[in-house]
């Protein structure tokens, strides 16, 4: 299993805590407000506002907070937001893609190099690591949608690429371009989507002991921690045993 999604699970425990949720309710606000300015602040006309919307319910985002954050984006003292990518490198060797949206470009690149910095990495330049990751679109489905074989089948007629299925559900792979094609399709068939997303997809990983995996994750938990980063992705793997030490 790929440093991403095992990371995402952990995630997903600690996420519990009404801090991390308020955190993160403010990082997808800003993604809803920042998608409602790129066109029309209707989620039915403006195919980004719509993803934004879609991956903020799946996190259970409050109506009013949703409306709140697309009316921002109309209002005479709406903050614009710059969408900025930095790579680096982490603990083993491992590669690592941030992705932030800021209002103020100096002060994120210097907290995001100081991150780096503390943790034994290093922030290098624009496309150091990110030749060896391919940005695509990830839709997941819970696995009540159906078994792998009724998915794989939607996936196929759909026009994605990829289809990972386990006990936890169902993560579809499809070209970035064609992210809103292949989910309405995916939509006909098997509902709305849980999340529909673009991201950074390793196309190999390097697999790191207990104590690289832990320096690993605390750089990732921090880096996430930041106000104006909203995505953090690596291509680290570790094994399951690892794994169990590091979820306790």
Excluded at 25 to 31: N, P
Excluded at 44 to 50: E, F, I
Excluded at 95 to 124: C, M, P, W, Y
Aim: glycine content about 8%.
């Amino acid at each position: 299993m790929a440093g991403h999604s095992q990371f995402k699970n952990i995630m997903h425990r600690k996420g519990k805590q009404d801090g991390i949720r308020s955190k993160m309710f403010s990082k997808l606000a800003r993604e809803i407000t920042v998608a409602a300015k790129t066109g029309l602040p209707d989620p039915t006309m403006n195919a980004a506002l719509r993803l934004a919307v879609q991956n903020a319910k799946a996190q259970s985002m409050p109506k009013d907070n949703i409306d709140r954050a697309i009316k921002k984006a109309s209002g005479a003292d709406a903050e614009t937001y710059d969408s900025i990518r930095y790579e680096g490198y982490g603990p083993g060797g491992t590669a690592v893609i941030v992705e932030a949206l800021t209002d103020n470009r100096n002060r994120t690149a210097s907290s995001v190099r100081s991150i780096f910095s503390k943790a034994g990495g290093a922030l290098g330049e624009t496309g150091s690591v990110s030749f060896s990751f391919d940005h695509v679109g990830e839709i997941t489905y819970k696995a009540s949608v159906g078994d792998a074989d009724k998915v794989m089948e939607a996936a196929i007629e759909a026009g994605a690429e990829d289809v990972v299925s386990d006990e936890d559900g169902h993560t579809i792979y499809c070209g970035f371009e064609d992210i809103n094609e292949v989910s309405k399709a995916l939509e006909a068939v098997l509902g709305e989507a849980e999340t529909v997303k673009a991201i950074w997809k390793p196309q190999n990983t390097i697999e790191v002991d207990e104590e690289k995996a832990r320096s690993l994750m605390k750089l990732i938990d921090t880096l996430e921690d930041d106000d104006d980063v909203q995505n953090v992705y690596s291509n680290f793997e570790v094994s399951d045993e690892v794994m169990a030490k590091l979820s306790i």
